[in-house]
């Protein structure tokens, strides 16, 4: 029996590609169906989810019914997250949240458990966890600051459709079957990619991008941290990519940073040795480590390191983080 | 009548991804079809290819067919064009060669017309076109070289699959529809991404992120700049993205810059104002432009511009600079 066994545990937004995951999770961990409850959007409410060898019925946001869990996952829009968080606070609760709505207040920690475990300690009721492109690079921005600050990070991800939610990998499906119709995004996805991962703010930055830059200051707690981020949707269903190059402090050996990467919990390097020679979206499906590759210096610079890393979105990216965070 | 209408040309690797589009860029400038001479490997030496209202036969690469055609666009192994282009070059014909083969030989010019015509002007025989990566790289730093010399670029490349060829495009194809069977890349490129195009050196850069370096020093005269590249194959069949982050000598206004784009030959800017308001692969496709997008300084840096390109990369990327090089 796990440790969380008898903690009655609510997803809310269940029915999303994030919950699908956090079910997925308790269900590894032989969470007590008694204790999980399940929440969505009014046209599920009394839908039955499969559940080990039975079913859960997802039940309506109701007072009445939020009040039955001790801890809330939310992974549902901001306005929804801002609306039921507080109500789950009140009854005693606590809310792990995975959307925007709450990540940069003041009293909201922003945790990645291998990195700021200890910002859980002040917590008022609601958690945070970062945008599912920000756990992997601030993963790999700690791994190296234990040898040497890192002072900068040029940024160009390949972010996955599944990120957007289910409908869009539908929307890919369909394309790829040769219906282009475009309903989820501006434009066909497939075969095709772009630089724009949610609204574009006056600086020319897009708010995706933003986050990561916010984001990773505020679990690091380093406000120098210089991030520089191009954010981009490929087609891909699941499975966030990233392309780093990171200047350090100081000239740190490849074999120290490769040796650093092997020891650090939830990052799996990968190199020559390997039988997969570089990290994949594809290979990360379904995986909860960060994967990391191509680890080399720039040609001209020995203090800027060059890699490259893919991480399953749902897992990492959000539902793994916060059932950690629990844990 | 086009200027080159008297030119015999002939088209080596006409049955290639890039053959095809240079016989449509022919085609385009109306050149005769006597002037026009098609070759390709053994097997499809006698088919037929369609030209306007009529028809090319394919003929073998004997010594005698070379010695028909004044100029040679080479878009085919760098084996065969090594044996090829020497033979064209002492029936006193000119070589325009697509592959690297010759790219890096000191007595080649290697020419993206925009930037470097007058090193035309030393050939002795064959001239090299760069890496369909390298083109819209070079013509974006060299647009900015005239206000601020660009001291060094991280870039993140997007490639579309049909730079590996068309068999890699079938392939794809193939894959969308369910039949994922990998023969052209060593993992499933649909609906995944990987960080290796060409083989990986020692360093533990691949030889197509070494192309960027050196050629577009080359291309430049610059053997100082730096350039930081992560070339990566994602699931698009035609037309290659760039993420890019430069860093200026000096500090140019965002305006300035734009301006400057807009004036440049080959560079067409997408910004707010524009129907699109960023480049995709899916709009370069056929197109000669390279576009440009989401031109924005760092946030920390005002000496540093990002910004996002795609371009078709067998128009500008290979066709079309060939027979620029030949006007």
Redesign the interface.
Known sequence: MNSLASIKIGIIGATGAVGVETLKLLSEINHPLDNIFLFASERSVGKRIKYKNSEIEILETSDENLKKIDVGFISVSSEVSELLAPKIVSNGGIVIDDGSAFRMKKDVPLVVPEINQQDLDSHLGIISIPNCTTTPLVMVVDAINQMSTVEKV?V?T?QAVSGTGKEAVLELENQ??GNVETKIYD??I???????VDD?LE???TKEEHKM?NETRKILHDNNI?I?P?C?R????VGH?E?L?LTLKDDIS?NKINETFRKYQGIKLLD?KSVT??????LSEGKKDVFV?????????AR?I?L?LSCDNLIKGAALNALQILE
């Open positions: 040029v160009s390949y790829q079957n434009y066909q497939a075969n095709n990619v772009f630089p724009h574009f600086d020319g930055f830059i210089e520089i191009t981009v490929v087609p891909v269903k990519s392309s190059c490849i020559n020679p570089y990290p994949m979206p594809l590759g191509r680890v080399r210096k720039s040609i001209n610079n800027e060059n490259w």
